[in-house]
């Protein structure tokens, strides 16, 4: 498998006017959430709304905020869960939110490949 990484924009869902620049963040099949820089998406007005405790890759427990916005990459797009990042963390972009695009993670063409959803 190979790493690869995207540019990401985060947009406010209560004014969608109210966005990030493109932030680059790293495909990472592994992490179920998108973990995007704090006083970026508080820079979009985007807020956290509650706190999750997640283990790393490191296996080491913290708890982050947690907010929702909409998410743009690679010309998809989907509304998810956002962890406010601190500037130690990885800027990831997770499963959910890819699964949230419809793709699959091509990791020799380092893309994403559009699929059709499974219905049942």
Same mark, same amino acid.
């Given at each position: 498998?190979s790493?690869?990484?995207?540019?990401?924009?985060?947009?406010?869902?209560?004014?969608? =006017?109210?966005?990030?620049?493109?932030?680059?963040?790293? +495909?990472?099949?592994g992490?179920?959430?998108?973990?995007?820089?704090?006083?970026?998406?508080?820079?979009? $007005?985007?807020?956290?709304?509650?706190?999750?405790?997640?283990?790393?890759?490191?296996?080491?427990?913290?708890?982050?905020? +947690?907010?929702?916005?909409?998410?743009? =990459?690679?010309?998809?797009?989907?509304a998810?869960?956002?962890?406010?990042?601190?500037? =130690?963390?990885?800027?990831?972009?997770?499963?959910?939110?890819i $699964? $949230?695009? $419809?793709?699959?993670?091509?990791?020799?063409g380092?893309?994403?490949?559009?699929?059709? =959803?499974?219905?049942?």
């Open positions: 498998m790493l690869f990484r995207v540019n990401v924009v985060a947009r406010n869902p209560k004014d969608e =006017s109210q966005e990030t620049p493109p932030i680059e963040a790293l +495909v990472d099949t992490s179920e959430l998108t973990w995007l820089p704090a006083h970026v998406l508080q820079q979009a $007005g985007i807020a956290p709304r509650r706190k999750r405790t997640f283990f790393t890759a490191t296996r080491q427990t913290v708890t982050r905020d +947690v907010g929702y916005a909409i998410l743009a =990459s690679e010309n998809f797009e989907t998810d869960e956002v962890v406010f990042a601190e500037p =130690s963390d990885l800027v990831l972009l997770g499963v959910r939110t $699964g $949230g695009f $419809g793709v699959l993670v091509d990791n020799v380092h893309r994403f490949v559009a699929q059709a =959803s499974i219905v049942a």
